[in-house]
């Protein structure tokens, strides 16, 4: 009974743990392409 709790409380840390992964890699993808725009921009000038 308590095996099958922990397993539950695993998988729910998992998934929270991945659900803020997955966030802050869009965040740093969307730092990311904002400073490539930025800059690409400058070196077409």
């Not at 840390?13 to 400073?35: D, H, N, Q």
């Amino acid at each position: 009974m308590s095996k099958a709790i922990t397993i539950s409380d695993f998988s729910n840390t998992i998934r929270e743990r991945a659900g803020a992964l997955a966030s802050a890699m869009s965040e740093a993808g969307k730092i990311f392409s904002e400073r490539v725009a930025a800059e690409g921009g400058q070196a077409m000038k």
